[in-house]
């Protein structure tokens, strides 16, 4: 199953590219306030967004795919898989979570100022830290 494992963490890596650079996005936008400008993030939130979504769906497949193959035998009774398994539905909530932020800035309805998505910024990336050194240390 190697060249399963090579397009899951392919697909990763293209989910996180986006799932790093849209609240950078949203920071520039909650602090745009020229009308051009305004469409202009939209359109590029509403492009990453999709992006992003292909690399997830695409994680999640190849994920899966190694489960049903030979993972959930090797490892069911392991913590490891488990602990992950909650933290990548974590990290589909916060991608829901974004598609939610996507629509209130489209609609001129944004609540938030740039501080806010500097700190939703960090979220992701304490997720990834977590999720990669369970999957490759397999501490329990
Ligand atoms: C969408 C649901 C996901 C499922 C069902 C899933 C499942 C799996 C499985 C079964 C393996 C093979 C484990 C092994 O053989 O040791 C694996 C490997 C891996 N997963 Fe996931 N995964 C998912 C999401 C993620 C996410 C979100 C990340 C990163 C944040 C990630 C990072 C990795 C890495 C880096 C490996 C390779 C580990 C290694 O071989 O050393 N996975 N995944």
Redesign the pocket.
């Known amino acids: 199953m190697p060249w399963i ?1 090579a397009w ?2 392919i697909f ?1 890596v293209t989910w996180f590219a986006g799932l790093f650079y849209l609240p950078r996005l949203f920071v520039y936008h909650a602090a745009c306030t020229d009308a051009p400008g305004l469409e202009r993030f939209k359109v590029m939130e509403r492009k990453l967004f999709i992006i992003m979504t292909i690399g997830a769906v695409g ?2 497949i190849f ?2 795919w ?2 049903a193959g030979y ?1 959930w035998t090797a490892y069911h009774a392991n913590g490891w898989l488990h602990a992950k ?1 909650a933290l ?1 539905v974590a ?1 589909i909530a916060y991608h829901i979570y974004c598609w939610k932020l996507v629509l209130d800035f489209r609609r001129d309805q944004n609540r938030h100022g740039h501080v806010f998505y500097r700190w939703v910024n960090e979220f992701p990336a304490l ?2 830290v977590a ?2 050194l369970l ?2 240390v397999k501490p329990f």
């Open positions: 494992k899951h963490v990763m994680t999640a994920g899966i190694m489960l993972a398994l990548v990290l997720l990834l999720i990669v999957v490759v």
